[in-house]
């Protein structure tokens, strides 16, 4: 699985036993944070068809939470065989609706169109800073690691990556950050070379959709072009929504690793 990782960009992991408990129990820690009220302010988008709910799940480091015991299975192991054992901050419960995506507070038409026609596809820790909304490396994520906590139908707006635009990007910020001290990385204009690597990825690479059941996990590359899909007419998933946790723990201390590790 880490070759497929590092090949394509993604990898899915057969559900485990160990993961399906862990679920299980994350499960309800999350739909008691979905319904608190502070939570639903904050977090709830999208005219009420997408929760963001970044933070929301109270995990300890080693991904415990409500007494589940610490995060195992061979996603975790894939992930710390290859950037160390990091320590997990608080999951994003990220849960979606039917009739997802509807436009976000703030949210332009050309905005609301990308989210919609292009699963508002994006790289991880690139965010946009400022009025003109300058692509800027803000976080350095080592990988993402999707676990579903509700059983849907594969359309309920699965996790969307586009294979292999891992590579395209990862020349993108070579060629952007590698002759800068990694201290300066974060104070880049990257908003050109990246919309044109975005460009290259949309005309290369395939898009994939993830369709994944509480127990099974999946890894996705740092780099990876990735994004949300729409919610398919007739979709069918439980009261709770599509209802997935994420987590992206960063890399520890001032190295050049984020950009350097496979």
């Not at 679920?23 to 005219?47: M, N």
């Not at 061979?74 to 009739?99: C, F, I, N, W």
């Not at 909304?133 to 509700?150: C, D, N």
């Not at 395209?168 to 070379?193: G, S, Y």
């Amino acid at each position: 699985m880490v070759e497929a990782l590092l090949r394509d960009g993604w990898a899915q992991f057969a559900a485990q036993d160990s993961v399906a408990r862990w679920a299980q129990v994350a499960h309800k820690v999350a739909v008691s944070r979905v319904a608190d009220p502070d939570q639903r302010a904050k977090w709830l988008q999208c005219e009420g068809t997408w929760f963001v709910g970044v933070d929301t799940l109270p995990n300890a480091p080693d991904g415990a939470v409500g007494g589940s015991g610490p995060l195992k299975g061979k996603a975790m192991e894939a992930a710390q065989r290859l950037y160390g054992v990091l320590p997990l901050h608080h999951g994003q419960v990220s849960v979606t609706y039917p009739g997802y995506p509807r436009p976000r507070d703030g949210e332009s038409d050309a905005a609301f169109r990308y989210r919609r026609n292009r699963d508002a596809a994006h790289v991880d820790g690139l965010l946009a800073v400022g009025p003109d909304r300058l692509r800027m490396l803000k976080e350095r994520h080592a990988y993402i690691l999707g676990l579903p906590l509700t059983d849907c139908a594969a359309g309920a707006s699965p996790f969307v990556v586009w294979e292999g635009s891992h590579h395209i990007m990862r020349d993108m910020f070579t060629k952007a950050l590698a002759h800068l001290p990694q201290e300066a990385w974060a104070d880049v204009d990257l908003t050109e070379a990246y919309q044109a690597a975005r460009r290259t990825v949309f005309d290369t690479c395939q898009r994939v959709e993830i369709a994944a059941k509480p127990g099974e996990a999946y890894l996705v590359h740092r780099f990876a072009l990735h994004g949300v899909a729409s919610w398919a007419e007739g979709a069918e998933a439980p009261a709770d929504g599509r209802m997935i946790a994420y987590f992206r723990p960063e890399f520890q201390g001032a190295t050049r690793d984020w950009l350097e590790l496979p």
